[in-house]
Nanobody
Framework: QVQLVESGGGLVQAGGSLRLSCAAS????????MGWFRQAPGKEHEFVGT????????YYAVSVKGRFTISRDNAKNTVYLQMDTLKPEDTAVYYC????????????????WGQGTQVTVSS
């Protein structure tokens, strides 16, 4: 089992940037694909993007492609989500998750999840 802790969320104006981090412990994440999801109030989890275990491939939701970038540093057991040109509709709690299948948009393929970090984008 992998323990995941997200950080870096906060309040930002539209057009601004944030970088989220997902720190892993318990087991090395280098064997896992890592995904980012988000959940807005009253909505279900929405896929944001995923990165392969070696970090050589990424896949994004259409809604964030070109604005968000996922990267990872396996030596630090950490995954990042760089969010640029943020929009009010990006407001949500953001979660990282560890899984085996890549690429996968389904929450069911990710076994371990963090507690989430709030991102609020003001207009």
């Amino acid at each position: 089992q992998v323990q995941l802790v997200e950080s870096g969320g906060g309040l930002v104006q539209a057009g601004g940037s944030l970088r989220l981090s997902c720190a892993a412990s318990g087991r090395t994440v280098s064997s896992y694909a890592m995904g980012w999801f988000r959940q807005a109030p009253g909505k279900e989890h929405e896929f944001v993007g995923t990165i392969s275990s070696r970090g050589d491939s990424t896949y994004y939701a259409v809604s964030v492609k070109g604005r968000f970038t996922i990267s990872r540093d396996n030596a630090k057991n950490t995954v990042y989500l760089q969010m640029d040109t943020l929009k009010p509709e990006d407001t949500a709690v953001y979660y990282c998750a560890a899984g085996i299948a890549y690429p996968s948009r389904s929450t069911h393929t990710y076994a371990d999840w963090g507690q989430g970090t709030q991102v609020t984008v003001s207009s």
